[in-house]
C-alpha cells in the first residue's frame, strides 16, 4: 500500500539557521498537507497546497515558512530562520482530492525538529 | 472558526469492557468528522469518518449534530486498541480542506 514518506526523521539544528523537511506525498495524490505538533499540545495545521499553489495557511504560517513543490514527487517545507519554539513533530499530509473536504488525509510518520 | 474538544487525556479500561472516547465540535457549517489513531511507533491513520459510517475493528462513530458531538464506542476493547485517539474536523467552508483536531485521547486497554 502507497505511503506518505517524510525525511528526515530527526532534525536537530541551532536556532537562526534554515531547515528544509521534506516529504513523498502518494503518488496519484493532488493535495499536500503540513501540520505540526509541538510537544503536549494539538495538531495544528500549517498549509495546504494544491495545483502548484497553497491553498490555504494558518496563522502559524508566517515569512519564516515557505513550500515547494521542487519536482514531481517531492513536498518541501522550509523554516528560514528557526526559533526555540518551531521545535515540534511536523507532519506531511496528501490526500486525493476528488472529495474535497471529505476526502482522507494520509500521513507521513513525521520528522521530530529540535531547535537548540 | 472550528474547535474540536476531546475531554479525557486518558481513559483506561479493561479487556472485554466497553470503550467510550468523547469528542465535540464547533463549526457553523457542513462538517465532516474523521477519528485517526497513532499507535505506539506508527503515524496517525484514519480510523473511521463520518461519511463512510462504516464499522473498523469493531469502532463506531455517530455524528450527533444536536449535540455537536462525534464520540467513539467500541462494546468490547482489545488489548491492541490501546493507542492515541484523534478526532478531527473539516467542513465545506473550510479553505484548504484544512483539518482541525482535539487533543487527542490515549486509550489504555488492560489484560
Known amino acids: 500500500e502507497p505511503e506518505v514518506t517524510q525525511t528526515p526523521s530527526h532534525q536537530v539544528t541551532q536556532m537562526g539557521q534554515e531547515v528544509i523537511l521534506r516529504c513523498v506525498p502518494i503518488?496519484?495524490?493532488?493535495?499536500f498537507y503540513w501540520y505540526r505538533q509541538i510537544l503536549g499540545q494539538k495538531v495544528e495545521f500549517l498549509v495546504s497546497?494544491?495545483?502548484?499553489?497553497?491553498?490555504?495557511k494558518s496563522e502559524i504560517f508566517d515569512d519564516q515558512f515557505s513550500v515547494e513543490r521542487p519536482d514531481g514527487s517531492n513536498f518541501t517545507l522550509k523554516i528560514r530562520s528557526t526559533k526555540l519554539e518551531d521545535s515540534a513533530m511536523y507532519f506531511c499530509?496528501?490526500?486525493?482530492?476528488?472529495?474535497?473536504?471529505?476526502?482522507?488525509?494520509?500521513f507521513g510518520p513525521g520528522t521530530r525538529l529540535t531547535v537548540l | 472558526a472550528q474547535r474540536v474538544t476531546q475531554p479525557e487525556k486518558l481513559l483506561s479500561v479493561f479487556k472485554g469492557a466497553p470503550v467510550e472516547l468523547k469528542c465535540n465540535y464547533s463549526?457553523?457549517?457542513?462538517?465532516?468528522l474523521f477519528w485517526y489513531v497513532q499507535y505506539s511507533r506508527q503515524r496517525l491513520q484514519l480510523l473511521l469518518r463520518?461519511?463512510s459510517r462504516e464499522s473498523i475493528k469493531g469502532f463506531t462513530a455517530d455524528l450527533n449534530k444536536g449535540e455537536t458531538s462525534f464520540h467513539l464506542k467500541k462494546p468490547f476493547a482489545q488489548e491492541e486498541d490501546s493507542a492515541m485517539y484523534y478526532c478531527a474536523l473539516s467542513g465545506l467552508e473550510a479553505a484548504g480542506n484544512k483539518l482541525t483536531f482535539g487533543g487527542g485521547t490515549r486509550v489504555l486497554v488492560k489484560p
Open positions: 497546497f494544491y495545483n502548484n499553489e497553497i491553498s490555504e
Open positions: 503518488s496519484n495524490h493532488l493535495y
Open positions: 463549526y457553523s457549517g457542513s462538517p465532516e
Open positions: 463520518h461519511i
Open positions: 499530509a496528501s490526500s486525493e482530492g476528488s472529495g474535497g473536504f471529505t476526502d482522507t488525509q494520509y
